[in-house]
């Protein structure tokens, strides 16, 4: 009788402890919401969860690329569409000077107006992005341009990852953005002022202004067309990627998320089992031993 009750205990003990491990191995499954916890619940499982979250964190770093991409061009398509402003208001105070009709104190009035335009324009070329002027190529700590209109940043492209094998440029230089025919726009203004304060020039030499204007009016298009493209690039770009890391936050909630409702099911099963046993246990091990006192 004391073999067959010890038989009993052990296989109990077993049937208990099968039982404690599989109750744990669930709740695990419930208090993380994930079905696979270790590479041992599932090694192929957990290779695929782990490639999906590769990719994840990469498809996230080229939308943080992407956002800062479109901040920083927003921004200089911004600064160029005021510079756009001040080259057409200077244009047309050239025209009007240049008729020959105007006073000296007309002339006077217009040249202060074009000093304002022109120390406007070289503020706009010292604007910042998180504390980087945005117009100095790499030199992004030094002010693009100097007191006397010269350039001091290079012609360099600083350009960011957007996708696995794409970067954008997220600057324009200086020497692209503020000038044209080898002139910045501020000399063009400033020479332009001169030569309104100058009581010997005449209609023809400030109205040799006006095509100077002109170019910088068409360069200043060509760097909004250039950046506009950049930005719907990217945003198409950005709609492409929320796309994908839909699909594999999916993919990868299908291959690592528990289904709570199965998984609180198999809980109640085994915790039902578990009485079960414990219940029919304590039965034959009671009458096993009144057998053995027998």
């Given amino acids: 009788m004391r073999i067959t009750a010890f038989a009993i205990f052990n296989q109990m003990t077993r049937s208990l402890q099968?039982?404690?491990?599989?109750?744990?191995?669930?709740?695990?499954?419930?208090?993380s919401g994930k079905k696979i916890n270790k590479p041992s619940d599932d090694v192929f499982g957990m290779m695929e969860a782990m490639g999906y979250k590769v990719t994840i964190n990469e498809i996230d770093q080229y939308k943080k690329n992407i956002d800062d991409a479109d901040s920083q061009l927003g921004l200089t398509d911004s600064v160029m569409s005021s510079v756009a402003t001040i080259v057409a208001r200077a244009r047309e105070l050239a025209v009007q000077t240049s008729t020959g009709t105007q006073?000296?104190?007309d002339r006077a009035v217009a040249a202060e107006e074009i000093a304002n335009l022109r120390d406007e324009a070289l503020r706009l070329s010292q604007t910042k992005f998180r504390e980087r002027y945005i117009f100095s190529g790499y030199k992004t700590d030094m002010v693009p341009f100097d007191a006397s209109f010269n350039y001091q940043g290079d012609s360099n492209e600083i350009n960011v990852l957007v996708d696995r094998e794409s970067t954008i440029a997220l600057n324009v230089a200086?020497?692209?953005a503020f000038s044209s025919g080898g002139e910045t726009y501020f000399e063009t203004l400033d020479n332009l002022y001169n030569a309104l304060k100058d009581p010997s020039s005449n209609s023809s030499t400030i109205a040799a202004f006006i095509t100077s204007l002109d170019n910088a009016t068409n360069q200043v298009a060509n760097v909004r067309a250039d950046v506009g493209a950049r930005i719907s690039y990217i945003e198409r770009l950005k709609s492409t990627h929320e796309d994908r890391d839909t699909s594999l936050k999916t993919l990868l909630s299908n291959t690592e998320d528990t289904d709570i409702a199965g998984t609180?099911?198999?809980?109640t099963k085994i915790q039902v089992s578990l009485e079960s046993l414990r219940a029919s246990g304590a039965k034959v091990l009671s009458q096993s031993l009144m057998d053995f006192l027998d």
């Fill in 18 to 31: 099968e039982g404690m491990k599989e109750m744990f191995f669930y709740s695990d499954r419930l208090s």
């Fill in 264 to 267: 609180v099911s198999e809980l």
């Fill in 174 to 176: 200086g020497t692209e």
């Fill in 103 to 105: 006073t000296a104190e």
